[in-house]
């Protein structure tokens, strides 16, 4: 209480109910497991073997002896046979199997609480608001970016342990082209583009050489403001590569999503669910927040119709609730890839030729093709954890 005062006491509590009721309550778990999401099940060979018309298959001549092991050619079914698949409600027995779901569990259910400290924290500054005290609830939140990140790159690394994953050349390829892009964005004046990089450049170099001139040490600053972007422009373009896939599932995940919505307002909210980055990026274009949102031109004048402060608190709101609108639409997005197993069975029905049944049985569960198409939790993975990233990081910013 000396310290940190009724924040430590908030964080205890949190650290404490996380321990108690995580492994009999997880939003995580209820978000996958509430009924509304429905997978469907791989036929058995025995089916497809129905189907098909023939029957069990013997020890035939045909067969290839090995020493003393007799291998049977596999099964081959017509690509136009008459299949239907079977859907089934995602339970929590069928979660126990799936690859990286503590991962997804961890990051929901620490999100939440991380969230749950920060609301605490805000009302006690409101009320109190005390000087002396460090914020505890920014910790968290570099906790949650922080998990974010180790997740997106568990994932990322995954890519490069397959031999002949077409996805490493992807994620390398665009990795040296956020670098070149970063570069180009970091040229950009402040003028046109509010990142705030120069003031905070300049106080962190005031500081560090403050600190270094009470400990009897001369120096010019930490590091130049050239190194400073260089390094800044190779952590961007490591991003950029981890969020490679997520951006590309997330387009096919959209179109996937307004082709099985019937509603109007559900594809309005899809479009602009998918809109929503471009809309966060154009709020730090001066041009635009200046001179047509807080400034906007009435004839030959322009009228002011909000300070900084509040377009800054205006700006944090809206990205919370488009942040918002991207986990209310995890449901369409989420049952959009379940679907993609019938989508694969109708195209192979319009095919000619023959196809075996492990290779079918393969399809089902991984559509698509994709070694990132390995679970459900993995594809929340590598589409959600963006915008904790963004969410997160704004709230450190309006603080």
């Known amino acids: 209480m000396g310290v940190i005062g009724?924040?430590?006491?908030?964080?205890?509590?949190m650290a404490s109910a996380m321990q108690k009721i995580l492994p009999h309550y997880s939003l995580a778990r209820?978000?996958?497991?509430?009924?509304?999401?429905?997978?469907?099940?791989?036929?058995?060979?025995?089916?497809?073997?129905?189907?098909?018309?023939?029957?069990?298959?013997?020890?035939?001549?045909?067969d290839r002896k090995y020493n003393g092991h007799i291998e049977s050619k596999p099964l081959t079914i017509p690509k136009d046979i008459d299949l239907h698949l079977e859907t089934k409600s995602v339970t929590e027995v069928d979660t126990l199997a799936l690859h990286y779901f503590p991962e997804y569990q961890w990051l929901v259910d620490f999100t939440v609480a991380a969230t749950v400290v920060y609301l605490v924290t805000e009302v006690y500054y409101s009320f109190v608001k005390p000087t002396q005290e460090m914020n505890i609830s920014l910790v968290?939140?570099?906790?949650?970016?922080?998990?974010?990140?180790?997740?997106?790159?568990?994932?990322?690394?995954?890519?490069?342990?397959?031999?002949?994953?077409?996805?490493?050349?992807?994620?390398?390829?665009?990795?040296?082209?956020?670098?070149?892009?970063?570069?180009?964005?970091?040229?950009?004046?402040?003028?046109?583009?509010?990142?705030?990089?120069?003031?905070?450049?300049t106080n962190f170099s005031d500081s560090a050489m403050q600190f270094l001139e009470k400990q009897g040490l001369e120096s010019q600053g930490p590091?130049?403001?050239?190194?400073?972007?260089?390094?800044?422009?190779?952590?961007?373009?490591?991003?950029?590569?981890?969020?490679?896939?997520?951006?590309?599932r997330l387009a096919q995940m959209h179109l996937d999503a307004l082709n099985l919505a019937t509603e109007k307002i559900t594809q309005t909210l899809l479009h602009i669910n998918f809109l929503a980055p471009l809309f966060m990026v154009l709020l730090w274009v001066k041009p635009i927040t200046k001179d047509y949102i807080m400034n906007p031109p009435l004839g030959k004048e322009s009228v002011p119709l909000m300070t900084e402060a509040t377009f800054d608190t205006l700006r944090l709101w809206l990205i919370i609730v488009l942040c918002a609108l991207r986990l209310a639409m995890m449901r369409s997005h989420l049952q959009a890839y379940l679907n993609l197993a019938q989508k694969c069975v109708d195209q192979m029905k319009k095919e000619a030729g023959r196809i075996s049944t492990v290779e079918l049985q393969k399809m089902v569960i991984t559509p698509g093709g994709f070694i990132q198409n390995l679970c459900l939790p993995c594809q929340w993975i590598i589409v959600y954890p963006p915008i904790l990233f963004t969410l997160n990081y704004h709230l450190l910013m309006g603080r």
């Open 6 to 13: 009724i924040q430590l006491v908030v964080t205890m509590v």
């Open 30 to 62: 209820w978000l996958l497991c509430n009924g509304s999401l429905r997978w469907y099940q791989h036929p058995t060979e025995e089916e497809l073997r129905i189907l098909a018309g023939k029957q069990q298959k013997g020890k035939s001549r045909k």
């Open 140 to 201: 968290w939140c570099l906790l949650v970016l922080s998990f974010a990140i180790k997740v997106l790159f568990s994932l990322t690394t995954h890519y490069f342990k397959v031999e002949d994953g077409g996805e490493r050349s992807v994620c390398v390829t665009f990795g040296f082209f956020f670098f070149v892009k970063a570069m180009a964005v970091l040229i950009v004046t402040e003028n046109y583009l509010e990142f705030g990089l120069e003031t905070g450049f």
């Open 223 to 248: 590091v130049s403001k050239l190194t400073f972007k260089f390094f800044l422009a190779i952590f961007c373009s490591f991003i950029g590569a981890f969020l490679t896939f997520p951006g590309l």
